[in-house]
């Protein structure tokens, strides 16, 4: 993909070397004027190709080093050759059957949060409506936050939390009613948000102290003993969903973005698309806190850091996933070896992290009206 | 009528309990040494209701000259951040530094609280501000609070215990010494919240309007922020964060009063205690043997209020 980029590119300039030449060739260039802006319609552009591709390389290079850390110190060159099945035995099992399943789920769940987040802010029309904001992952919380303190199995709480964030969905979408402007369902989402936020106050309040710990824990998002029983589902969410997002409902969330009636106008089937979008975006949120625990700010930076890389319009859903995956991978490797003697949830990595990007998102983006 | 609603509230907070008093009981156990309700009254209930009092004028009066001063119709210190802004000052007390009295903590409240609102204050508060932007403003602001509260927290499964009714909001804590400590921050915040009330309502006409009535924008706005700093620090440190309190009177007063800030403030003062007196006693009664928390009977109910709010609001 990125040779493509960097033929086209290749073209352009010979094209504008000929027209210096000769009149003759003027005529070309403008045919490849054309030819870029169709292709960039169809929507694919060289920075976002650039963005995608780089992202998803850094993430393979940290994989490896993450990988090849922990108690016992494996070189990347191992690590590569053990992945392709050709490593000593000792190896294979660390890797295979204690590192990788942590490792792949941090992926799998970075690119999940990062798509649902560009997608809802792509909805409601506002860089900060992701679905950690808008009510969504505080019912797979509450949820599963019910299941921890009536002393549940952690199957039990999957599932729990799955229900609660489409549950939430749902319940926001109608109150918000038909007409979903993107200011009401703000306003809802942050009312449920406030409400569930107040119930898990009170759970939180009933249990022991125990179920409090690991509640507590849950609640900050944490990829501690991830196996491949919580990768598994997240990936066949993965592959079920994002192909519905990306071709079938990018194009037009791009064009929505311009406003319902010029979309309707251009033959974009509005309702359908906006709650199916809706529908899988809550999907890969709730499947994600189920896996990981609600974990904080991916999916609002995920989306934004790609817009900020590609500056391209529209909700930036292959890099945005890329930078997703990047991000909780980055953020989990910080958090098991910040500190020498433990390690962290990696909610609070994110959470900090997120939060100083915040205060600075707040403040420039502010000062654009963007916000 | 809304101050009949006040007493009515505050004989009920006093009368529901481990032991049922009826009001005539309540009325001897205030003034009568000798009664057998006075222990009850002055050890358990009394505080309590005084403590009720005073974070709900507190919060309401704070919701009230935030609306005004943002213009904004959602303003509320708990929607805003601002009481995470304290309950993050108060956790990092508890945490880093050992602090386990309300004097140690309520200082670390006010300086969250001062920070968060200057900060709010600073992205959603200029003119061309929408509800929805500030709101988001400060939900996101609330999710990076209360991630840092849960991680320090985490930390510390003793700090868990000690912190983990106060996260949630109660009153359940209120001892005469807190009624005490709290009333200095309470009657500096809740003298400037009235002061304001006059500048507030020149201000409401845009700065160029108020200076020309001779105000001065700028002076009333740190004042209002002193205020507002005031009263939710302190009514977050004396029992956590309670969200809606400072949203929903203002709303409901609003109809009745009209936008004029000098009756819709004591207005305010005086029905917002109502509503968190009445969350109070409905979580004792639903709640027992036991009880819930006051902050979640408020999230609760106010929760479906705001909800009809924003759908009201075409």
Request: aromatic residues 6%; glycine residues 12%; positive net charge.
């Amino acid at each position: 993909m990125t040779t493509s980029g960097a033929s086209r590119k290749e073209t352009t300039s010979g094209a504008n070397r000929e027209e210096t030449t000769s009149g003759a060739s003027r005529e070309m260039t403008t045919t490849t004027t054309k030819a870029r802006t169709i292709k960039s319609r169809v929507g694919v552009r060289p920075r976002a190709v650039v963005v995608g591709v780089g992202a998803a390389i850094a993430t393979l290079l940290i994989s490896v080093f993450s990988l090849g850390t922990g108690d016992f110190e494996i070189a990347p060159a191992d690590v590569v050759t053990t992945l392709f099945g050709e490593g000593n035995p000792a190896h294979e099992f660390i890797i295979t059957e204690l590192r990788l399943p942590r490792l792949i789920t941090a992926i799998l769940v970075g690119a999940a949060l990062a798509a649902s987040g560009a997608v809802f802010q792509s909805l409601v029309r506002n860089p900060l409506g992701s679905p950690d904001m808008l009510g969504v992952t505080n019912g797979a919380s509450t949820a599963a936050l019910t299941v921890v303190i009536l002393g549940g199995t952690s199957t039990q709480l999957s599932v729990a939390a799955v229900l609660g964030g489409l549950a939430a969905t749902l319940l926001i979408q109608l109150i918000a009613g038909r007409a979903l402007h993107g200011f009401r369902f703000i306003l809802v989402g942050i009312g449920m948000a406030a409400i569930l936020t107040g119930i898990s106050g009170y759970l939180l309040t009933r249990g022991v102290q125990m179920e409090n710990a690991r509640a507590l824990l849950w609640l900050t998002g944490s990829l501690d003993g991830r196996d491949w029983g919580q990768a598994v589902p997240m990936a066949i969410v993965l592959v079920l969903v994002l192909p519905v997002l990306l071709l079938a409902c990018g194009p037009g969330l791009r064009i929505l973005e311009m406003g319902d009636d010029s979309a309707s106008a251009l033959g974009v089937p509005v309702p359908l698309l906006r709650n199916g979008a809706l529908l899988s975006a809550a999907l890969l949120v709730s499947f994600a806190a189920a896996s990981a625990g609600p974990v904080n700010f991916v999916a609002l930076i995920a989306p934004h850091l790609a817009k900020r890389l590609t500056r391209a319009p529209g909700p930036n859903l292959v890099p945005s996933i890329a930078v997703g995956a990047l991000l909780l991978t980055g953020a989990d490797f910080l958090a098991q070896h910040l500190l020498e003697d433990q390690s962290l949830p990696v909610g609070v990595v994110t959470g900090l992290v997120g939060g100083g990007y915040l205060v600075w998102l707040l403040t420039t983006e502010r000062r654009a009206g963007r916000i | 009528m809304a101050l009949a609603a006040l007493a009515a509230v505050a004989v009920l907070s006093i009368g529901f309990g481990a032991r049922f008093l009826s009001p005539a009981e309540v009325w001897s156990g205030l003034w009568d040494p000798t009664a057998q309700s006075y222990r009850i009254v002055h050890e358990m209930r009394l505080p309590r209701t005084l403590l009720g009092l005073m974070v709900g004028m507190a919060l309401g009066l704070a919701g009230a000259i935030m609306q005004a001063l943002t213009r904004n119709p959602l303003a509320d210190p708990g929607l805003l951040g601002i009481n995470a802004g304290a309950a993050a000052g108060v956790a990092s007390a508890a945490v880093f530094f050992g602090v386990g009295t309300f004097y140690g903590y309520v200082w670390f409240a006010l300086g969250g609280a001062a920070a968060v609102t200057a900060l709010v204050y600073a992205v959603g508060g200029g003119r061309s501000a929408t509800p929805a932007r500030l709101a988001l403003a400060g939900a996101a602001l609330n999710a990076t609070l209360y991630s840092y509260v849960s991680a320090i927290l985490l930390s510390d499964s003793q700090a868990i215990e000690k912190v983990k009714f106060w996260t949630a909001g109660s009153l359940a804590s209120a001892d005469f010494a807190t009624v005490q400590r709290l009333l200095p921050f309470f009657a500096g915040g809740l003298l400037a919240g009235l002061l304001v009330a006059r500048p507030l309502n020149a201000l409401s006409l845009g700065d160029d309007a108020a200076r020309a009535l001779g105000a001065r924008p700028s002076v009333i706005r740190g004042a209002v922020i002193v205020a507002v700093t005031l009263l939710c620090g302190g009514a977050t440190a004396a029992c956590g964060p309670i969200v809606f309190i400072g949203l929903l009177i203002p709303h409901m007063v609003r109809p009745f009063t009209g936008p004029d800030l000098r009756w819709l403030l004591p207005y305010t003062a005086i029905l917002a205690p109502v509503l968190l007196l009445g969350a109070d006693v409905l979580g004792r009664v639903l709640g027992s043997p036991g009880e819930l928390q006051v902050g979640t009977v408020t999230a609760v109910l106010g929760g479906p209020l705001f909800l009809y709010l924003v759908r009201a609001a075409k």
